[in-house]
């Protein structure tokens, strides 16, 4: 089934240890997004990539990175995890212009203890 | 100024009720609408969308309703179903800084009563 996987599905991570969310899709989209999900912020967008090979920043990007070295994978770096970190991440892609639809995986469930 | 904001944040109507969720706008240059549905466990999906030069769009039970003079629009669910109980996010998108971007809503958790 064409979409957006996502993993791991959920993780419980010690503060100050690194940890890379994994994101592919196979739908050949160009643009793919990182947000963040929290209760009653809704979902914030942390980074951004148009096309391979180049990344851009969100509303929130500290303390997160990114890295787009083909069209299917866009993986997102925690380099040292705080507990404020603790959210549910989801990983989004699309094809074309503002207009088209955003695909969203399931999302990562992430814990900072 | 580019915030969306979204109320109420929980909601609770009786099957066959019309629940409205209402969100404004600051940014003139916001040109798409969209609403996304999410369900406990899933990522959001597009639901219905809009452009700001259009007042209403309907698809199926779902209506948005666009007033671009205040900035605001809001989504209409018509004859309410229990399958409809999800979160439902408000969105806006423009091109900031050379990218087009998808600001959202804070979300409306939604629960229809049988």
């Known amino acids: 089934i064409a979409g957006i996987t996502q993993a791991p599905t959920s993780q419980i991570l010690a503060a100050g240890r690194r940890m890379t969310l994994r994101c592919t899709q196979d739908m050949r989209h160009n643009a793919m997004y990182w947000y963040r999900q929290d209760l009653g912020l809704g979902l914030r967008l942390i980074h951004y990539?148009?096309?391979?090979?180049?990344?851009g920043k969100g509303e929130v990007p500290d303390g997160y990175s990114v890295s787009r070295a083909n069209t299917d994978d866009f993986p997102l770096t925690l380099a040292s995890a705080v507990p404020s970190q603790t959210s549910v991440y989801f990983c989004?892609?699309?094809?074309?212009?503002?207009?088209?639809?955003?695909?969203f995986g399931n999302g990562t469930r992430l814990t900072v203890t | 100024q580019q915030q969306v904001k979204q109320s109420p944040q929980s909601l609770i109507v009786q099957k066959g009720g019309i629940p409205i969720i209402n969100c404004a706008y600051e940014n003139t240059a916001f040109d798409y609408f969209p609403w996304y549905q999410q369900f406990p466990g899933k990522g959001p999906a597009l639901l219905i969308a809009i452009r700001p030069d259009v007042s209403e769009k309907k698809e199926g039970r779902f209506t948005i309703s666009f007033n671009k003079s205040a900035k605001q629009f809001s989504l209409h669910i018509m004859d309410s179903q229990p399958g409809d109980s999800a979160t439902y996010f408000c969105a806006a998108s423009a091109s900031f800084e050379g990218a087009q971007k998808l600001v959202f809503g804070q979300g409306t958790r939604l629960t229809i009563n049988p």
């Open positions: 989004a892609s699309r094809q074309g212009p503002s207009n088209s639809p955003l695909h």
């Open positions: 990539s148009n096309t391979a090979g180049t990344t």
